[in-house]
């Protein structure tokens, strides 16, 4: 399998879940996800976040808030609910995942009225991922959003359903990038390295863990530890912006990248609270320039999606 920098849509129409993990680690430490929110009204009025962060060179789509048995992508051409995430994917050529989420009940009623209003279509069950990878959808990751109560705990029992249901059809990513309101949770707290082997033991492919700079405690030293331990575990890391910071400067968003990258980092993730709905365009393409040079950014806005 060729690096993801080097692939094509069409490489990937037909990709194994062994042939994309390989894909993905033979970029050393230069693949880009954005994270983006279809419900919420596009940047660009009639062309949807996800096309949009595509446009900025992003690898992966990584879509919050999406609920797979209501799914919404404001300002998708209109398409059989199925054929949501597969639309997406025609539109942009680019690898689609999702949020899926482990929450605590209780916790998450205190997001009743508000942007992150947990919905049954977005809980981390194995019939809501058994549906996503129905959809097309090539990545699950078990995370929270603010507010929503999931503990480290309930994504390791998540991971062991979802990996029993789907876990030859679907990459599975797991961990936080905040402490999504469990108290005890944050800071290093956030991730242990207790934590990073009940993941991959439960059956995660891909640890996720806060980017070094974006909460209080997650170092680059830290980082490093961790990223350490999941490579001596075969696994691949994925470092995240989840603390609003991708709507800080230009300079603010080269400093994380670089110490991801120097953390060990495989993936790096930007998150989709820039604005509501996605990082600042100008970040992204910080981001990727910063990881990877003008040359494959350019190249990655510049190929088109019929090749």
């Not at 331990?229 to 890391?237: C, P, R, T």
């Not at 992204?284 to 990655?300: D, N, Q, V, W």
Request: contains cysteine; charged residues 20%; proline residues 5%.
């Amino acid at each position: 399998m060729k690096r993801l920098l080097d692939c094509t849509p069409s490489d990937l129409q037909n990709c194994t879940k062994p042939e994309l993990l390989s894909a993905l680690a033979a970029c050393e430490g230069r693949v880009l996800a954005c994270e983006t929110i279809g419900i919420t009204p596009p940047l660009l009025v009639d062309v949807t976040n996800a096309e949009y962060a595509a446009s900025l060179s992003a690898d992966i789509l990584l879509l919050n808030m999406f609920d797979v048995q209501h799914p919404v992508i404001n300002a998708l051409p209109k398409v059989a609910a199925e054929d949501t995430v597969r639309e997406i994917k025609r539109l942009t050529g680019r690898v689609v995942g999702i949020n899926l989420e482990p929450v605590d009940p209780q916790a998450a009623k205190s997001n009743d009225g508000t942007l992150w209003k947990m919905s049954t279509g977005r809980l981390a069950t194995a019939e809501n991922a058994v549906r996503a990878a129905e959809m097309g959808v090539d990545m699950v990751v078990l995370t929270g959003n603010p507010g929503n109560g999931v503990s480290n705990s309930a994504i390791v029992e998540s991971l062991r359903s979802i990996r029993a249901a789907v876990g030859d059809r679907l990459i599975l990513a797991a961990g936080k990038m905040h402490a999504s309101g469990v108290a005890g949770e944050g800071g290093e707290n956030i991730l242990t390295p207790d934590d990073v082997r009940d993941f991959i033991q439960a059956g995660a492919d891909i640890i996720l863990l806060p980017a070094p700079g974006t909460v209080p405690g997650i170092t680059q030293e830290y980082a490093h530890r961790l990223i350490r331990s999941i490579h001596a575990a075969g696994k691949l890391a994925l470092t995240a912006i989840g603390t609003s910071q991708e709507g800080a400067d230009t300079a603010t968003i080269r400093q994380i990248a670089l110490m991801c990258k120097m953390a060990g980092a495989d993936i790096h993730h930007i998150g989709d609270t820039g604005v509501p709905g996605m990082a600042l365009p100008q970040n992204i393409l910080a981001y990727s320039i910063a990881i990877r040079g003008e040359r494959h950014t350019y190249h990655k806005m510049a190929q088109s999606v019929n090749r």
